[in-house]
């Protein structure tokens, strides 16, 4: 039987998918359901009002920027109200909302994140004791604390859409939610663009570019350079390249590239490294690499893991990253508990780089993500909005 058309709304902080992450996933749900007949309505701060089909709506939210928890108070407060003024199959929030029916916390919860971006700063108790009480009187981070809970200890729970086993285990932990109320469905990616044929494509051009020739590259991708542990990375470098003169490192994201370039310089590593700021053709890098080493301190997901395994690329990373259940250890890459462990990821690193089949890797590395493209993790989103609908005629709360 086909299944009636829904009117949909999306809930969102910023809608501008060219930054990636939450929004670059939301941007390819919204064309995927407009392909199928839904109408699409997007609510944000900001954002490219580029989608041009009929049945898509944007909403831009007032605010004021006085103060950033002033700001974010607002987006909730007046988000809310312009939702309130239509009627919707399903409300679908990303971020902070207290309207809706299904709640997808695409950066994980608050205060899981806290927690592992006070372990960020430093390997010293005391260190990470100082700046958890300095960032505890900022406003907007105990605002999004209120609106966390707020959302999770509701009456009426809504949904609860999780990217990752991992957010889904964190919000059962701290919130003491059901497991009926979790749904975890992780994120996908396109297998087209994502493929073995980048290799093919574009692996001689952007080493001859950036003098990489005759190097095995190690690949580190992230927007958030501490958290995401780019000074692990470099010490990883360093404990190889002890080792081996044939190494080099990428470098790839948004962030303070003065401070990491300075600790490259301290550790030795700097003439081993190629910075480069946020690029549009990813497909290009991963092809061009030899491995992804990601020492993340948080990661509700990390669509780069997925990226990266469909370009035949094998992944290091810790348990902290959300998309880690999917490698398969041994075979498209290896996982290490901390990213202090920095012995440890250099062992697998190197072991992936010179002892590992690459192409061998490559094809298993490709094989283990066919699952994960979007239009099949789309198709399971529908369906579960379908099946909310089902279930007694769930309303908006």
Same mark, same amino acid.
């Given at each position: ?167 889904a285990d964190d919000l059962r932990t701290l919130y003491d939610i ?55 990375? =470099? ?6 390249? /002890?080792? &081996?003169?044939?190494? *080099?490192?990428? !470098? +790839?994201?948004? #962030? ?52 990266? =395994? ?6 290091? /990373?810790? &348990?902290?990253?959300? *998309?880690?259940? !999917? +490698?398969?250890? #041994? ?67």
């Amino acid at each position: 039987m086909q299944k009636r058309k829904l009117n949909i709304a999306f809930n969102i902080d910023h809608f501008m998918p060219h930054r990636g992450g939450a929004e670059r996933y939301l941007l390819n749900l919204v064309v995927y359901l407009l392909q199928h007949g839904h109408t699409v309505h997007v609510f944000a701060m900001d954002g490219d009002n580029t989608v041009e089909n009929p049945h898509f709506h944007f909403h831009k939210i007032p605010v004021l920027s006085w103060f950033r928890w002033l700001k974010s108070l607002l987006f909730i407060v007046n988000s809310s109200r312009s939702i309130n003024r239509y009627q919707f199959d399903i409300v679908h929030v990303l971020g902070k909302n207290l309207t809706m029916n299904v709640f997808q916390p695409h950066g994980g919860s608050h205060r899981a994140w806290f927690k592992q971006n006070c372990l960020s700063i430093s390997e010293k108790k005391y260190v990470r004791w100082i700046y958890a009480v300095a960032r505890l009187l900022d406003a907007k981070l105990l605002l999004f604390f209120i609106v966390e809970s707020l959302q999770l200890r509701k009456k009426k729970l809504p949904r609860i859409l999780a990217i990752s086993q991992r957010v889904a285990d964190d919000l059962r932990t701290l919130y003491d939610i059901p497991p009926s109320a979790i749904t975890v469905i992780e994120n996908g990616i396109d297998c087209k663009r994502f493929s073995l044929n980048v290799r093919t494509l574009h692996r001689t051009a952007i080493r001859q570019a950036y003098g990489l020739a005759n190097k095995k590259v190690m690949l580190f991708v992230g927007n958030n350079f501490r958290l995401k542990g780019l000074r692990y990375f =470099l010490l990883v470098l360093r404990k190889i390249s /002890t080792r &081996r003169t044939d190494i *080099a490192a990428v !470098i +790839i994201g948004s #962030g303070n590239y003065k401070k990491f370039q300075r600790y490259a310089r301290r550790y030795g590593v700097d003439n081993y490294c190629v910075f480069i700021s946020q690029t549009e053709g990813m497909e290009q890098y991963y092809g061009a690499a030899d491995v992804l080493v990601l020492p993340t301190f948080y990661d509700p997901f990390g669509l780069v893991v997925p990226e990266a =395994l469909a370009c035949g690329l094998p992944v290091i /990373t810790t &348990r902290f990253c959300g *998309a880690s259940n !999917i +490698i398969r250890q #041994g075979i498209t890459g290896e996982l290490v508990d901390m990213p202090f462990d920095v012995d440890g990821m250099a062992a697998c690193a190197e072991k992936f780089l010179y002892e590992i089949d690459s192409h061998t890797c490559a094809q298993e590395a490709n094989k283990s993500i066919q699952c994960y493209d979007n239009t099949l993790i789309f198709a399971k989103i529908l369906e579960y909005y379908h099946s909310i609908l089902d279930e007694n005629g769930v309303s908006v709360p």
